[in-house]
Structures are given as C-alpha cells and as structure tokens.
C-alpha cells in the first residue's frame, strides 16, 4: 500500500496532534477560541470613518460577537481601490475597543508595519495573498500577538498547515487557522466555501479552526447558510463581514451583512452552536440510557 494520507503535512509537525484530544486554546484580550465557546468576529471589510466603525462594533457586540474585524491596511485586487487608512483606522480600532470591550483582528500586510499593528491589535490577520509571505509571517510571529492564519485561495490544507509551522518555528504557537474559500472553476460564489477543510483542520491539527463565509460567498444572501454549515463541520468560530450601508461600503458590500442580517444570522445560529457545546455531553447520556 502507498504512504499514509496524512504524510503531505509532514513538514508540519508542530502543528500535528499528537492524541485526537489535543486543542490548543488561543487568548486575545478576554475572548479565548478553540476552548469550546463559538466566537464570533464581525465588522465591515475595511475601517472607513468613525461612525461607520463605532456603530457596527456596538452592534456586532449587542448580537454576541466577542472580536471586531476590520482592515485598516487592505489588500486590494485594484491598484487604485481604497487602500485603507493605515495608522488612523488602527486608532479608531482600539477606541471601538474601548468603548466595546471587543478584542480586535486585522490585517497586516507587510513586514515592517507588524510592531505597529500590533500595537493596536489583539489578533494579527494574515490574509489570504499573504498566506506564503514567510517574512510577514516571521514579522508578525515576532510580535507575540496571535495570529489568524487565512487560507491563500489557491492553497492546499498542507500549505496552509505549512505557514502555520512557519509562525511556530519562530516562537508563536498561538495560531488560528481560516478557511475562506478557495479558487475553483465554480463561479456561482467568489470563492467555494471549502467545508472539508474545516473537517480535515479539526482532525490533523490541534490549532483552532474557523470559517470566514463572506469571502467565500461574495454574495450576502449565501454567508448565513455558509455560516451554518461551518457550525455544524466544527468550526470553533466564524470571522463575517458586517455594514451600517452595506450599498456604500467602501469595499466588500455585496458580502457584508446589513445590521439585521446579522442579528439573525446570529439568533439561527444560536441553535446549533448550543448543539455543538452539548453533543458530547448528549450522546454520553444517551449511550448511559442504552445499557
Ligand atoms: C478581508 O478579510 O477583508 C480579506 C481581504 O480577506 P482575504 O485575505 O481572505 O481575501
Ligand atoms: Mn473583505
């Protein structure tokens, strides 16, 4: 017979579990994730102006989210698309924060901006064009901040696997994987939500695992469905994209959730993330019931 399937993640080894219980728990701020709780982190795609941010974190806060989102520098496809707003968007972070008590992710994308975002920043975001820099990547590992890992959109598990081994080599283990969708011939999404993943990340790998909908739909309409699916794959949280106007969001509002969207994305999902948090517990008792 050939090799073991699980041999391709060999240059992976930190990140591997060693017994199928192994789960590494990362802590930002108060909020820990892979510890069991859901967490939700949401906010617009990029930090456009004070009001913008201020209203979507008091209102992601209200629905249960316990991370606020949003790019400050922003990895755009165009040139001449909004770039993001740098150092003042990193400050309109931390005040949403202290107004909120939402720990914060976002992007850095290059080496030598890191110390400053992390500054600013609870969870350092590498993005998907970023996932194979491996100079951000020890950049930011240096910080000390954790560090959300998002899938590159052409890359295999075993790569992104890989770059978290990067992060580790250079002392921080406190990695958070993203599944975000990938490139395929599909154009019905921008991306297709790679669910198998998400099963696959839970089962080779002791690092948390969450699921980012909006940048695998592209479309509002498909990110709470989505949103379920990585609930219900084993996902220890989501990263979603959420707008006041999501008609004038500055990048991303055909993906980002109008405040509503969200409040009920958030109550459909409550069901199943409680199913999640008891099953063990659940079946125990069922299988006591048996004999
Ligand atoms: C984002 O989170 O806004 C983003 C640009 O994501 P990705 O790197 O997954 O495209
Ligand atoms: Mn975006």
């Known amino acids: 017979m050939g090799e073991a399937w ?7 080894p930190d990140v591997l579990k060693s017994t199928p219980e192994q789960q590494t728990v990362v802590c930002a701020g108060k909020v820990a994730i892979g510890g069991g709780e859901f967490v939700t982190m949401a906010g617009p795609c990029s930090v456009e102006t004070e009001r913008q941010l ?46 909120t008590g939402l720990a914060i992710v976002t992007e850095v994308m290059a080496a030598a901006d890191a110390p400053l975002v992390a500054e600013y920043a609870d969870i350092l975001q590498i993005g998907s064009r970023s996932m194979e820099n491996y100079a951000l990547l020890e950049a930011a590992a240096h910080t000390g901040r954790p560090i959300l ?3 590159g959109m ?40 790679d669910v198998s993943a998400i099963v696959v990340l ?10 980012d909908p909006s940048h695998a739909a592209g479309r509002r309409s498909l990110v709470p469905g989505l949103a379920r699916s990585a ?42 993330c409680e199913l999640r948090a008891v099953a063990p517990a659940s079946v125990q008792r069922a299988l006591e019931t048996m004999v």
Request: hydrophobic share 45%; with cysteine.
């Open 202 to 211: 839970r089962e080779v790998s002791h690092l948390p695992v969450i699921a």
């Open 149 to 151: 890992l998002k899938r």
């Open 54 to 99: 201020m209203e979507t974190a008091e209102h992601v806060a209200r629905c249960g989210a316990r991370v606020l989102r949003g790019g400050a520098f922003k990895p755009r496809s165009s040139p001449y698309a909004f770039q993001g707003l740098g150092l003042d968007g990193l400050k309109l972070l931390a005040a949403a924060r202290a107004a």
């Open 6 to 12: 699980t041999d391709q993640f060999a240059d992976a």
């Open 231 to 272: 609930v219900a794959a084993g996902a220890d949280g989501l990263i979603v994209e959420v707008h006041p106007h999501p008609e004038q969001a500055w990048s991303d509002g055909e993906q980002s959730l109008t405040f509503n969207e969200f409040e009920s994305m958030m109550a459909d999902l409550a069901p199943w």
């Open 154 to 193: 052409v890359a295999a598990v075993a790569d992104l696997l890989r770059s978290a081994q990067c992060v580790f080599s250079h002392g921080n283990p406190n990695v958070i994987l993203c599944e975000r969708g990938i490139r395929t011939f599909e154009t019905a999404t921008r991306n297709t939500f």
